[in-house]
């Protein structure tokens, strides 16, 4: 064997690991907690060690080549031995790994949930740090500063996988008792003649909601009161006005199915109905269905991240079952 391979210490195989996955040296530096200069003179070192380029540099960073191909499995199976050596030795045993998650606030229970879950199971002890979701966590996750995120249609990205864990199923409209919306059928007339509260779903700026894009293609008027990505905030505002809310998803029913000053009606039909009607006047990018993705960087692809999605999945699944045991009990009243 070479006396040169001596020279590729952890620190080495962590760079040359990072370079693979994030493909940008100032991430890796940040990730390892070190300077630029010090990544560098170790991807040099890399580079002569293994007598082979590695990586080239393209317009939007380092592209690994075929020898970085064959190594980076490599050098990941050597780090994960030497960490196990590190955990076996640990004279801190209540070190806590940091699990950094970004999700809209109506989700951040049942994220936080479904990671307690896992810790009880794999018998880890992490802490969690959860973030408010942003347009950008796909940028955030490729370059290692979040580990999870639940988005609503997500983009592709080549770092990043993107696992689905259903769709965006239900539509409600929610008011407060009494209301006069709930002493008659619902429609596009009775919905438009009131003041309405909208709740922000992953979305950033200005982006209009589905219904107001409906109401400006036909060039009718409407009663905007609130835009908010919080279901707390948007619920006590309308016990407190005749304002009416419009929400998606079964994680908007977890908020009023049990309060007393509010009622709902459940108006996933009604919005079917309503988005067949305007098929011709929205863009096709305004008609796609929305599905709820976990995502994360795909060097995150292990045990714990496997558990969490199917914990997360089976908890979604169960949220909607329970919705639809409630309806059925009402319709047999």
């Not at 380092?62 to 020898?67: D, G, H, T, V, Y």
């Not at 951040?108 to 347009?135: M, T």
């Not at 259903?166 to 919306?181: C, D, L, M, N, T």
């Amino acid at each position: 064997m070479r006396k040169e391979l001596s020279r590729l210490d952890y620190f080495t195989l962590k760079v040359l690991i990072g370079l693979f996955e994030f493909k940008n040296c100032s991430v890796v530096a940040e990730k390892l907690n070190t300077t630029q200069p010090k990544v560098s003179r170790a991807l040099s070192c890399l580079r002569e060690v293994i007598q082979d380029e590695l990586f080239v540099r393209q317009q939007y960073g380092l592209q690994p080549n075929f020898m970085a191909e064959k190594i980076y499995p490599l050098a990941k199976s050597i780090v994960a031995t030497l960490e196990e050596i590190d955990l076996v030795a640990m004279t801190l045993p209540d070190a806590r790994r940091v699990v950094n998650v970004a999700v809209q606030e109506h989700m951040s229970a049942f994220f936080l949930e479904a990671i307690s879950e896992v810790c009880i199971h794999l018998k880890q002890e992490v802490s969690v740090n959860i973030q408010p979701w942003c347009d950008n966590v796909s940028q955030l996750i490729a370059q290692g500063k979040l580990d999870y995120a639940i988005t609503a249609n997500s983009t592709y990205h080549e770092m990043i996988e993107n696992l689905e864990l259903g769709e965006v199923s239900y539509r409600f409209v929610v008011a407060k008792k009494g209301h006069p919306i709930f002493q008659r059928p619902l429609s596009y007339a009775s919905l438009i003649e009131n003041r309405l509260v909208f709740i922000n779903y992953c979305q950033v700026g200005s982006k209009p909601n589905w219904f107001e894009s409906i109401v400006k293609e036909r060039g009718e008027e409407l009663k905007l009161s609130l835009k908010t990505s919080c279901h707390k905030m948007a619920l006590d505002h309308i016990v407190k006005s005749d304002d009416v809310c419009c929400t998606a998803s079964i994680f908007a029913y977890q908020y009023f199915k049990n309060r007393d000053d509010t009622d709902f009606i459940d108006a996933t039909d009604f919005c079917h109905v309503e988005l067949a009607k305007a098929k011709k006047e929205l863009v096709p990018s305004e008609q796609q269905k929305y599905y709820y993705h976990l995502q994360y960087h795909h060097s995150n692809e292990n045990e714990f991240t496997q558990l969490l999605s199917e914990i997360l999945k089976r908890k979604f699944d169960s949220m909607q079952d329970e919705y639809e045991l409630a309806k059925s009990l009402v319709a047999i009243k």
